[in-house]
């Protein structure tokens, strides 16, 4: 076992330099093995290091030291790839989490809403950083059930982080875009599924990753008042040349439809729902052209 794990770990020497791989492997493995919260300092301690004199040198791994994400997170990714997913298509899941911090030096917190907290009734604000992560899903046989593995986490600073810098301001879906990208770049022969909540609900960003050579396909959680359209119908041979049609007939929004009561729903069972392995629900389904602005 202690063989293996030592093999994992040799993957991501070839990003570290000799004498920082040394403290990068006791922060990694501390960082396992530590109990409660699992900070710098914890790390060296469960690994008996509470006596080292130059304690500080597993901080500088982190502030100081030269070591790319950019690299560790392919790597890692294409290792949770061979392993999890050999064959089809690529799940990856998108979300943000806030990291709650009210310290001086932390330069690019800023003021979000609280998803666990909060309500639709109720609204919480809480100060800190917001991080971006991209997740491979994957069933895990031992588990029974589709589990998230992180493999690469950006920072989304607010728009005040910005308001003095030289660069401009990028928002949660730019970062999503380029992590997707990047990830095209990473695994250029495989089909990949992106999977987030509304908050990826926005159509310039859905066409802009629907649109490429190789594109990705999105599914998000759909906004109830979308503006939604028939596909539109084949061009008539006959008609006096201009430009096609880019959506037919205007459908009833899915606020509208969820209200009629004539809508026929289909019972259906959905695994891994909330706690649960199995759930019953009734859905409705069809397809429909989402149009905006010409997108």
Known sequence: ????????????AVHFDARVWKQAQVLLTGTILARGQRTVCAAPRVMGLSDERHFQNYHRVLNRTVWSCHALARTLLQLLVRVFVPVGPILIGGDETIERGRGAQINAKGIYRDPVRSSRSHFVKTSGLR??????????????????????????????????????????????????????????ARARVFVGDNSYASIAFLWRLTQLANPIKMVVRFRMDAALYAPAPPRNKRAPSGRPAKKGKRLPSLAQMAAKPRTHWEPQVVHYWYGEFKRQIEIISGTAVWYHSGL
């Open 1 to 12: 076992m202690q063989s293996d794990y030592t093999t994992l770990l040799s993957l991501f």
């Open 131 to 188: 991080w971006i992560t991209l997740m491979l899903l994957s069933p895990i046989p031992f588990a029974q059930r589709v589990w998230a593995l992180p493999f690469l986490t950006m920072l989304a600073p607010s728009e005040r982080f910005y308001a003095d810098k030289a660069w401009a301001y990028k928002t949660m879906l730019d970062w999503m875009s380029q992590a997707l990208l990047q990830v095209r770049r990473w695994l250029p």
